[in-house]
């Protein structure tokens, strides 16, 4: 899909004024430029434009709220003092996975007074000697690159710690919802497990008690056949006495 018409999708209905992020991920454009942003985004606060196949930013728009920008994926090499002057409030630059190959690159972002977090991962120029501390020298205002700050401090995720805040807030409700819920079906269907639970337990000493009745009988005819066989013996005995005479 067309930069401009993702573009146009994702207004739903908004002005362009009226909108303060926008992801255009895995669009395409004609020429390597940015298509269908204007300077009436003028609130927009964070970017996505990952994987578009952009090879410059000449053509972005002024956006004087931007505050986050991602560009991972694409072919950018250079140029980059136009975000400095269309975008001079970014704090969050992710420019992984493009062609960016030396310090030169990337020097016109001094110019970015406001940059705290800058991602390079994947790029070429991460494999120059000393790149961190070179990156750290070149750009002061830079506290993260690639993730970690020059004691190899992990950032803080801000945006995963207010998600969770969310969902504990939303979930309490409807959790506890469902837990009443529940409570409900037990207690409506309780009278009724426990008739089934009476019923089925007196049928289950009436067959208990069958099973004894049996069992007495079968004793009993076992004892008659026991004194039978008793008497027999003594029989056979005595006739074996009556023989012996």
């Known amino acids: 899909m067309e930069m401009k018409k993702r573009i146009s999708l994702e207004l739903r209905n908004r002005t362009p004024a009226e909108v303060e992020e926008l992801v255009v991920d895995n669009c395409r454009?004609?020429?390597g430029e940015v298509?269908?942003?204007?300077d009436d985004f003028k609130?927009?606060?964070f970017l996505s434009m990952v994987n578009v196949g952009l090879t410059s930013l000449a053509k972005i728009p002024s956006l004087p709220k931007l505050r986050k920008l991602e560009l991972s994926d694409n072919n950018?090499?250079?140029h980059l003092e136009t975000l400095s002057e269309k975008c001079p409030n970014l704090t969050y630059l992710n420019l992984s996975g493009n062609k960016i190959k030396g310090?030169?690159?990337v020097e016109a972002l001094q110019n970015l007074k406001n940059l705290k977090s800058l991602d390079l991962f994947?790029?070429?120029?991460?494999t120059l000697e000393e790149y961190r501390e070179s990156i750290f020298e070149l750009?002061?205002?830079v506290t993260y690159l690639d993730g970690f700050d020059q004691e190899d401090n992990e950032a803080p995720d801000s945006e995963a710690d207010d998600d969770d805040d969310d969902e504990g807030e939303d979930g309490a409700?409807?959790?506890g919802d469902y837990d009443d819920e529940d409570e409900d079906e037990e207690g409506s269907e309780g009278g009724e497990v426990g008739l089934s639970y009476l019923m089925k337990e007196k049928i289950q000493d009436e067959e208990d008690d069958d099973d004894y009745a049996e069992e007495e009988e079968e004793e009993e005819k076992a004892g008659v056949k026991g004194e039978k066989r008793k008497r027999d013996a003594e029989d056979e005995g005595e006739e074996d006495d009556d023989d012996d005479d």
């Open 43 to 45: 609130e927009l606060e």
């Open 35 to 38: 298509e269908g942003l204007t």
């Open 29 to 31: 454009t004609s020429d």
């Open 173 to 175: 409700g409807p959790t």
């Open 122 to 126: 994947n790029c070429e120029i991460t």
């Open 76 to 78: 950018i090499s250079g």
């Open 139 to 141: 750009l002061p205002q």
């Open 103 to 105: 310090l030169n690159n």
